[in-house]
C-alpha cells in the first residue's frame, strides 16, 4: 500500500495583485508529466486565523475560478492526492480585481523525496480538543538535552529548581510516556531521565479518570497530565544515563538509569543515592506511606480520612511529608525502582508493572515568626525548630487490561506498600507583645516518633460498548485497605507569664503515646449510556460506598517507677467508624464537530456512625451530598477552542468540626467540636481557552478559576492575650468564601531573530472570614504576577534563556487592618550556556529574589548562583566531565515569607563538586554511542 506524504511548500515572497476584478482564476497541473489534474482542491484561508473562507475544485483541464474575494491577505492552498501540497501568500488591496496566477505545478511526493529538499514547517503547537500538543522539533534545545529541558522551552509550562511542573496555573503530578505510567507517580524520573531528542510530541490534557473517560461523565476527578509521545525509531533498542559526582564537604550524587524498548515492550530501572537534593523518590498517590494518620477528620465526598486539627502536631508534620525534598534541610536520599510495560495480541492486551524501593531523611534547624492579630493588639510567636525526619518505603503496582472483542473489556490495577517512619522534633517557642521583652508564654517541646503503615489497593473495571453507537455500560469496583501503627514520646513545657514577666502557671505534658488505625474502603460504581439522538446521549450511574475504620489511641503517664504505664483516660480513646453511602446520578451529553455540552447531577445518602467504646459515647448523622456539573466546550477553529466547566458539591463538616478526638500533642492549641454544624455548598468555575497561529508561529492561552463556598464552616479562635493559648471552635457564617487564580500565556517566535519570546500574568487571590476573641475577622489576600521569558539558541554556538517576573502581594485583615503587609518582590532567572571550542562548555544560572520590607517584616534578597565548566567527547558528545559549583555566593538560606509568617531553613549550601554524565543508547541496532 502506497503511503501518502503530506509536506506543506511555502512560497517565500509575497504575491501582491493590484488588477480589476474581484476573483482569482488559475490552472493546477504535474510538474513532470504536464499534465492537467482534475478535481485539484482549491481553498483560500484568511491569513489571520487560518479561518476557511472559499473552496473550489479544478475541472477536466485543470482550470479553476473563485469569486466574490474581498481585499486583505490571504493564503491560497492546493492539493491532490499523493502530491505536495501547494501554498501561497496572497495580499489584495483593490477590490475588484482580477488574479490571474497562471499555471501551479505542484509534484508528486515520490519525486519530491528523491529530487527536491524541502524544508517543513508544520507548526509547534497543535490544539486538539482539551489537548494542546507541541511538536518537539519545533523547539531547539542542545545534544542530550532532557525532557525537562525541552518542558522548559514550551509556552505556558514552568520548571522550577527541584523539577517540579506548572502549566496553566496548576502543578503537574503525573507525566505519561506513550500514554503509560513510567515509574507510576514521579513525573521527575521521565522529564530528568529520558532525552529530549527520543519526544515526538508533547501533549498537555486534563486526564480523567478512566471510567469517566468512558463513559463521557465529567466526574471531577481530573489530573493535569503531560504525555510524552516517543518517536518511532526511538522505541527498538536500549539508552539510559551513568552519572556520578563528589564533591566539597561530604556532598555526593550518583543517577543511573537504564531503559529497554522493543516495539511495545519497555523495560527500565535507575538508582538514585544524593545528598545534594536529587532524591529520584516522589510517592503522590492515594496509598500514602510513612506514619499514619491516628484521629478521622473527614468524609466529604463518601471517603474517611485520619489527620490531626492541630497545625503545631509534631506527628502530624511528619506524616503530611510524601517524601520530595523541598529545599528545605539537609536531604540523603537511596532510592531504586524496576519497571515493565508490555503490549501483546494486536494490543488486546497489555500489562505494566513498578517496584520502587528507597529512603530519605532530612535534618536541620528552622526559624519562624509569626503575627497574630487580636482585637485588642498583637502577639509575635518566634520559634526555634530541630528536626530530623525519615522515611523508608516500597511500593509494587501493577496493571493488566485485556480487549475481549471490539465491544467489551477488563482492566484490572493491584497495588500493595509496605512504609516505615521516624521522626525527631525539638522547638523553643517564645511569645510576645508588642515588645519583645513584654513576654506572654515560653514552650520547650520534644517528641520522638516511629511509625510503620501497610496499604493494599485493587480495583476491577469492566467497559462495554452495545452495537448501538453510543450505548454503554461500565462497572468498577475497588477495595483499599490500610493498617497502621505508631509510637512515640511528648514532652511539652510551657510556662506563662504575668505583666510582670514572672511566670504564674506551668503545663507540663510527658507522655508516651501508642497510635494504631485500621481502615477499609469497598466501593462500586455502575454507569449506562444511551444516545437519544445523532449528538445527544444520557448518562445515568449508581454507586456505593461501604466504609470501616477503627483508631486506637493510648496515652500514658509516667509512674513511681518511672515507666510510662498509667493511661490516661482523657487523651486515650477506641474509636469506629462505619458509613454507608448510595448515590446515583443523571447527566446528558451533546457533542457536534463544533460544540461539546454536558450536564448533570449526583445526588447520595450517608449514614455515619462514630463509637468511643471507652466512654461509650457515638455521634450518628445522616446527611445528602449533591453534586451538580456541567462542561461547555466550542471549537471555533481546529487551533483554537474554549472550554468553560461548572462543578458544585455539598460538603459536609468533619469529624474533627464536629466532635475532635482530645489531643495534647500540642498544648496551646485546644480545639472543640460542634455537633449542630450545617453543610455548606463548594462551587468551582474554570475556563480555558487555547489559540494558536501556524504561519506566525503564535500561542495565546487564557485560564482561569473562581471557587466560593456557601454557609461554610469556619473557626472561632480565642486566644487569650495573658497567656497566649487558644482555644477553636467551628460554626456555620453567613458571609461566604472564596478563592481563584486566573493568567494569561503569550508565545511567538521572533524568525528574524530566531528568538523565542513570550510573557504571563497571573492572579491569584483568597477571601475568608472568622472570628477571633467573638469579632469578625474578613482576611484578603491577593497575588498578582507579570513575567517574561526569552531564549536563543545557535546550535554548537550558544544557548541562552532568561527568566524575569515582577510580583505584588496584597493583604488585609479587618483585625489591625492599619497594618500594611503589602509588598513588592522580583525574580530573575538567567540560564545560559556557551559551547565553545574543542567541545568545552560553560554552563551559569542564577536564581535573584528579592522581597520588599513590610510593617512586620524586614526586606530580603538572595541571589543563588550556580555553574559549571566542563568537556564533551566523542561524535555525540555523549560523555561529559564537569566541575560544578552551587550556591557560589553562598546565600541559600531556606527562606520563605507570606503575610504573617516569615521562616529561614537549613538547606544545602556552597559545595564544589567533579562529576562525570555518560548518555549512552543504541537504537534500530545502530551502533552504540561513542
Given at each position: 500500500m502506497k503511503k501518502t506524504i503530506l509536506i506543506v511548500l511555502f512560497i517565500a515572497s509575497f504575491t501582491i495583485i493590484r488588477a480589476q476584478s474581484s476573483s482569482i482564476e488559475g490552472k493546477v497541473i504535474d510538474t513532470t508529466s504536464a499534465s492537467k489534474l482534475k478535481n485539484a482542491v482549491i481553498c483560500i484561508l484568511q491569513a489571520k486565523d487560518s479561518l476557511l473562507l472559499r473552496f473550489t475544485r479544478t475541472d477536466a483541464e485543470g482550470n479553476f475560478s473563485i469569486k466574490n474575494i474581498d481585499t486583505g491577505k490571504f493564503i491560497l492552498s492546493v492539493s491532490y492526492p499523493y502530491y505536495a501540497d501547494y501554498v501561497q501568500s496572497l495580499n489584495i488591496i483593490n477590490k475588484d480585481s482580477s488574479i490571474q496566477l497562471g499555471a501551479i505545478n505542484i509534484i508528486q511526493?515520490?519525486?519530491?523525496?528523491?529530487?527536491?529538499?524541502?524544508?517543513?514547517?508544520?507548526?509547534?503547537?497543535?490544539?486538539?480538543?482539551?489537548?494542546?500538543?507541541?511538536?518537539?522539533?519545533?523547539?531547539?534545545?542542545?545534544?542530550?538535552?532532557?525532557?525537562?529541558?525541552?518542558?522548559?522551552?514550551?509556552?505556558?509550562?514552568?520548571?522550577?529548581?527541584?523539577?517540579?511542573?506548572?502549566?496553566?496555573?496548576?502543578?503537574?503530578?503525573?507525566?505519561?510516556?506513550?500514554?503509560?505510567?513510567?515509574?507510576?507517580?514521579?513525573?521527575?524520573?521521565?522529564?530528568?531521565?529520558l532525552r529530549a531528542d527520543m519526544v515526538d510530541k508533547v501533549q498537555l490534557f486534563d486526564k480523567s479518570s478512566d471510567q469517566s473517560a468512558f463513559t463521557g461523565i465529567d466526574d471531577d476527578n481530573k489530573t493535569k497530565t503531560i504525555n510524552i509521545k516517543l518517536k518511532e525509531n526511538k522505541k527498538n533498542g536500549y539508552f539510559g544515563k551513568l552519572s556520578g559526582g563528589i564533591g566539597t564537604d561530604n556532598y555526593k550524587e550518583t543517577q543511573d538509569m537504564f531503559n529497554y524498548f522493543k516495539g511495545k515492550k519497555k523495560i527500565a530501572g535507575y538508582v538514585t543515592l544524593s545528598n545534594t537534593g536529587k532524591t529520584g523518590l516522589g510517592f503522590?498517590?492515594?496509598?500514602?506511606?510513612?506514619?499514619?494518620?491516628?484521629?478521622?477528620?473527614?468524609?466529604?465526598?463518601?471517603?474517611?480520612?485520619?489527620?490531626?486539627?492541630?497545625?503545631?502536631?509534631?506527628?502530624?508534620?511528619?506524616?503530611?511529608?510524601?517524601?520530595?525534598?523541598?529545599?528545605?534541610?539537609?536531604?540523603?536520599?537511596?532510592?531504586?525502582?524496576?519497571?515493565?510495560?508490555?503490549?501483546?495480541g494486536d494490543d488486546k492486551q497489555d500489562i505494566n508493572l513498578n517496584y520502587k524501593i528507597g529512603s530519605i531523611s532530612e535534618k536541620g534547624i528552622t526559624e519562624t515568626k509569626t503575627q497574630k492579630n487580636l482585637p485588642t493588639g498583637i502577639l509575635y510567636d518566634t520559634s526555634s525548630n530541630k528536626f530530623y525526619k525519615d522515611i523508608f518505603r516500597q511500593k509494587m503496582d501493577g496493571i493488566y487490561n485485556i480487549q475481549f472483542d471490539s465491544s467489551?473489556?477488563?482492566?484490572?490495577?493491584?497495588?500493595?506498600?509496605?512504609?516505615?517512619?521516624?521522626?525527631?522534633?525539638?522547638?523553643?517557642?517564645?511569645?510576645?507583645?508588642?515588645?519583645?521583652?513584654?513576654?506572654?508564654?515560653?514552650?520547650?517541646?520534644?517528641?520522638?516518633?516511629?511509625?510503620?503503615?501497610?496499604?493494599?489497593?485493587?480495583?476491577?473495571?469492566?467497559?462495554?460498548?452495545?452495537?448501538?453507537?453510543?450505548?454503554?455500560?461500565?462497572?468498577?469496583?475497588?477495595?483499599?485497605?490500610?493498617?497502621?501503627?505508631?509510637?512515640?514520646?511528648?514532652n511539652n513545657r510551657s510556662d506563662f507569664y504575668n505583666d510582670k514577666n514572672i511566670v504564674d502557671s506551668t503545663n507540663i505534658v510527658d507522655q508516651r503515646k501508642k497510635n494504631s488505625t485500621r481502615s477499609n474502603s469497598l466501593t462500586g460504581k455502575l454507569t449506562y449510556t444511551e444516545?437519544?439522538?445523532?449528538?445527544?446521549?444520557?448518562?445515568?450511574?449508581?454507586?456505593?460506598?461501604?466504609?470501616?475504620?477503627?483508631?486506637?489511641?493510648?496515652?500514658?503517664?509516667?509512674?513511681?517507677?518511672?515507666?510510662?504505664?498509667?493511661?490516661?483516660?482523657?487523651?486515650?480513646?477506641?474509636?469506629?467508624?462505619?458509613?454507608?453511602?448510595?448515590?446515583?446520578?443523571?447527566?446528558?451529553s451533546y457533542v457536534n464537530p463544533k460544540v461539546n455540552f454536558k450536564f448533570g447531577t449526583n445526588i447520595g445518602n450517608t449514614h455515619y456512625e462514630q463509637i468511643n467504646t471507652f466512654n461509650a459515647q457515638s455521634l450518628n448523622r445522616n446527611f445528602v451530598n449533591w453534586q451538580p456539573n456541567a462542561s461547555f466546550r466550542y471549537?471555533?477553529?481546529?487551533?483554537?477552542?474554549?472550554?468553560?466547566?461548572?462543578?458544585?458539591?455539598?460538603?459536609q463538616p468533619s469529624v474533627t468540626q464536629l466532635q475532635p478526638v482530645a489531643n495534647n500533642n500540642d498544648n496551646l492549641n485546644i480545639y472543640i467540636g460542634n455537633p449542630n454544624l450545617k453543610p455548606s455548598f463548594d462551587n468551582s468555575i474554570t475556563v480555558n481557552y487555547n489559540n494558536y497561529k501556524v504561519l506566525s508561529?503564535?500561542?495565546?492561552?487564557?485560564?482561569?478559576?473562581?471557587?466560593?463556598?456557601?454557609?461554610?464552616?469556619?473557626?472561632?479562635?480565642?486566644?487569650?492575650?495573658?497567656?497566649g493559648g487558644s482555644t477553636y471552635t467551628y460554626f456555620n457564617i453567613g458571609s461566604p468564601s472564596s478563592n481563584y487564580y486566573g493568567g494569561f500565556n503569550y508565545g511567538r517566535k521572533l524568525k528574524k531573530l530566531d528568538m523565542n519570546i513570550g510573557f504571563n500574568i497571573g492572579i491569584n487571590g483568597s477571601r475568608y472570614a472568622n472570628?477571633?476573641?467573638?469579632?469578625?475577622?474578613?482576611?484578603?489576600?491577593?497575588?498578582?504576577?507579570?513575567?517574561?521569558?526569552?531564549?536563543?539558541?545557535?546550535?554548537?554556538?550558544?544557548?541562552?534563556?532568561?527568566?524575569?517576573?515582577?510580583?505584588?502581594?496584597?493583604?488585609?485583615?479587618?483585625?489591625?487592618?492599619?497594618?500594611?503587609?503589602?509588598?513588592?518582590?522580583?525574580?530573575?532567572?538567567?540560564?545560559?550556556?556557551?559551547?565553545?571550542?574543542?567541545?568545552?562548555?560553560?554552563?551559569?544560572?542564577?536564581?535573584?529574589?528579592?522581597?520588599?520590607?513590610?510593617?512586620?517584616?524586614?526586606?530580603?534578597?538572595?541571589?543563588?548562583?550556580?555553574?559549571?565548566?566542563?568537556?564533551?567527547?566523542?561524535?555525540?558528545?555523549?560523555?561529559?566531565?564537569?566541575?560544578?559549583?552551587?550556591?557560589?555566593?553562598?546565600?541559600?538560606?531556606g527562606f520563605s515569607r507570606n503575610a504573617y509568617t516569615q521562616?529561614?531553613?537549613?538547606?544545602?549550601?556552597?559545595?564544589?563538586?567533579?562529576?562525570?554524565?555518560?548518555?549512552?543508547?543504541?537504537?534500530?541496532?545502530?551502533?552504540?554511542?561513542?
Amino acid at each position: 500500500m502506497k503511503k501518502t506524504i503530506l509536506i506543506v511548500l511555502f512560497i517565500a515572497s509575497f504575491t501582491i495583485i493590484r488588477a480589476q476584478s474581484s476573483s482569482i482564476e488559475g490552472k493546477v497541473i504535474d510538474t513532470t508529466s504536464a499534465s492537467k489534474l482534475k478535481n485539484a482542491v482549491i481553498c483560500i484561508l484568511q491569513a489571520k486565523d487560518s479561518l476557511l473562507l472559499r473552496f473550489t475544485r479544478t475541472d477536466a483541464e485543470g482550470n479553476f475560478s473563485i469569486k466574490n474575494i474581498d481585499t486583505g491577505k490571504f493564503i491560497l492552498s492546493v492539493s491532490y492526492p499523493y502530491y505536495a501540497d501547494y501554498v501561497q501568500s496572497l495580499n489584495i488591496i483593490n477590490k475588484d480585481s482580477s488574479i490571474q496566477l497562471g499555471a501551479i505545478n505542484i509534484i508528486q511526493t515520490a519525486h519530491l523525496l528523491k529530487d527536491v529538499l524541502v524544508s517543513q514547517n508544520l507548526g509547534a503547537i497543535r490544539i486538539k480538543g482539551d489537548t494542546t500538543e507541541f511538536v518537539a522539533d519545533s523547539f531547539k534545545v542542545q545534544p542530550n538535552a532532557t525532557v525537562e529541558d525541552l518542558l522548559k522551552k514550551l509556552p505556558g509550562i514552568q520548571v522550577d529548581n527541584n523539577g517540579k511542573i506548572t502549566a496553566q496555573g496548576q502543578t503537574v503530578p503525573k507525566v505519561l510516556v506513550d500514554g503509560e505510567e513510567f515509574f507510576g507517580d514521579d513525573p521527575t524520573l521521565v522529564t530528568k531521565n529520558l532525552r529530549a531528542d527520543m519526544v515526538d510530541k508533547v501533549q498537555l490534557f486534563d486526564k480523567s479518570s478512566d471510567q469517566s473517560a468512558f463513559t463521557g461523565i465529567d466526574d471531577d476527578n481530573k489530573t493535569k497530565t503531560i504525555n510524552i509521545k516517543l518517536k518511532e525509531n526511538k522505541k527498538n533498542g536500549y539508552f539510559g544515563k551513568l552519572s556520578g559526582g563528589i564533591g566539597t564537604d561530604n556532598y555526593k550524587e550518583t543517577q543511573d538509569m537504564f531503559n529497554y524498548f522493543k516495539g511495545k515492550k519497555k523495560i527500565a530501572g535507575y538508582v538514585t543515592l544524593s545528598n545534594t537534593g536529587k532524591t529520584g523518590l516522589g510517592f503522590q498517590e492515594e496509598m500514602k506511606y510513612g506514619v499514619s494518620d491516628y484521629e478521622l477528620s473527614s468524609m466529604d465526598d463518601g471517603n474517611l480520612t485520619f489527620s490531626s486539627s492541630s497545625t503545631n502536631d509534631p506527628l502530624q508534620a511528619l506524616q503530611s511529608w510524601d517524601g520530595n525534598y523541598d529545599g528545605n534541610g539537609i536531604p540523603n536520599a537511596k532510592t531504586g525502582g524496576l519497571h515493565f510495560d508490555n503490549k501483546w495480541g494486536d494490543d488486546k492486551q497489555d500489562i505494566n508493572l513498578n517496584y520502587k524501593i528507597g529512603s530519605i531523611s532530612e535534618k536541620g534547624i528552622t526559624e519562624t515568626k509569626t503575627q497574630k492579630n487580636l482585637p485588642t493588639g498583637i502577639l509575635y510567636d518566634t520559634s526555634s525548630n530541630k528536626f530530623y525526619k525519615d522515611i523508608f518505603r516500597q511500593k509494587m503496582d501493577g496493571i493488566y487490561n485485556i480487549q475481549f472483542d471490539s465491544s467489551s473489556s477488563l482492566k484490572l490495577t493491584v497495588g500493595g506498600s509496605l512504609g516505615s517512619s521516624k521522626s525527631d522534633s525539638y522547638t523553643n517557642e517564645t511569645t510576645t507583645r508588642s515588645t519583645p521583652d513584654s513576654l506572654v508564654n515560653t514552650s520547650n517541646n520534644s517528641s520522638v516518633f516511629n511509625g510503620n503503615t501497610k496499604a493494599f489497593n485493587t480495583s476491577i473495571l469492566w467497559r462495554k460498548k452495545f452495537k448501538k453507537k453510543g450505548r454503554t455500560f461500565s462497572a468498577l469496583f475497588n477495595e483499599y485497605l490500610k493498617n497502621n501503627l505508631d509510637k512515640g514520646f511528648i514532652n511539652n513545657r510551657s510556662d506563662f507569664y504575668n505583666d510582670k514577666n514572672i511566670v504564674d502557671s506551668t503545663n507540663i505534658v510527658d507522655q508516651r503515646k501508642k497510635n494504631s488505625t485500621r481502615s477499609n474502603s469497598l466501593t462500586g460504581k455502575l454507569t449506562y449510556t444511551e444516545p437519544l439522538s445523532k449528538y445527544l446521549s444520557i448518562i445515568m450511574n449508581y454507586g456505593i460506598d461501604i466504609e470501616n475504620a477503627t483508631s486506637d489511641v493510648r496515652s500514658y503517664n509516667k509512674g513511681a517507677d518511672e515507666e510510662y504505664n498509667i493511661l490516661d483516660s482523657i487523651y486515650s480513646n477506641h474509636y469506629t467508624y462505619n458509613q454507608l453511602t448510595n448515590s446515583g446520578g443523571l447527566s446528558f451529553s451533546y457533542v457536534n464537530p463544533k460544540v461539546n455540552f454536558k450536564f448533570g447531577t449526583n445526588i447520595g445518602n450517608t449514614h455515619y456512625e462514630q463509637i468511643n467504646t471507652f466512654n461509650a459515647q457515638s455521634l450518628n448523622r445522616n446527611f445528602v451530598n449533591w453534586q451538580p456539573n456541567a462542561s461547555f466546550r466550542y471549537k471555533f477553529s481546529q487551533q483554537n477552542n474554549l472550554r468553560v466547566s461548572y462543578y458544585g458539591k455539598t460538603d459536609q463538616p468533619s469529624v474533627t468540626q464536629l466532635q475532635p478526638v482530645a489531643n495534647n500533642n500540642d498544648n496551646l492549641n485546644i480545639y472543640i467540636g460542634n455537633p449542630n454544624l450545617k453543610p455548606s455548598f463548594d462551587n468551582s468555575i474554570t475556563v480555558n481557552y487555547n489559540n494558536y497561529k501556524v504561519l506566525s508561529d503564535r500561542y495565546i492561552n487564557f485560564y482561569g478559576s473562581y471557587n466560593f463556598t456557601s454557609n461554610p464552616v469556619v473557626t472561632n479562635v480565642t486566644t487569650n492575650d495573658s497567656t497566649g493559648g487558644s482555644t477553636y471552635t467551628y460554626f456555620n457564617i453567613g458571609s461566604p468564601s472564596s478563592n481563584y487564580y486566573g493568567g494569561f500565556n503569550y508565545g511567538r517566535k521572533l524568525k528574524k531573530l530566531d528568538m523565542n519570546i513570550g510573557f504571563n500574568i497571573g492572579i491569584n487571590g483568597s477571601r475568608y472570614a472568622n472570628y477571633i476573641n467573638q469579632q469578625q475577622n474578613t482576611t484578603t489576600s491577593n497575588s498578582y504576577t507579570f513575567g517574561f521569558r526569552l531564549s536563543k539558541y545557535k546550535e554548537k554556538k550558544y544557548d541562552l534563556s532568561f527568566r524575569a517576573s515582577i510580583n505584588y502581594n496584597s493583604n488585609n485583615s479587618t483585625l489591625q487592618s492599619q497594618i500594611d503587609n503589602n509588598s513588592w518582590s522580583y525574580l530573575l532567572h538567567p540560564d545560559f550556556d556557551f559551547f565553545l571550542p574543542a567541545k568545552f562548555q560553560l554552563h551559569t544560572d542564577g536564581d535573584y529574589n528579592w522581597q520588599q520590607k513590610t510593617q512586620s517584616f524586614a526586606a530580603r534578597s538572595q541571589f543563588i548562583w550556580n555553574g559549571w565548566f566542563g568537556k564533551k567527547f566523542f561524535k555525540k558528545e555523549n560523555l561529559l566531565l564537569k566541575f560544578s559549583a552551587n550556591d557560589i555566593l553562598n546565600q541559600n538560606n531556606g527562606f520563605s515569607r507570606n503575610a504573617y509568617t516569615q521562616s529561614i531553613t537549613s538547606t544545602i549550601k556552597r559545595y564544589y563538586m567533579f562529576s562525570i554524565v555518560w548518555d549512552f543508547s543504541k537504537m534500530n541496532g545502530g551502533a552504540t554511542d561513542k
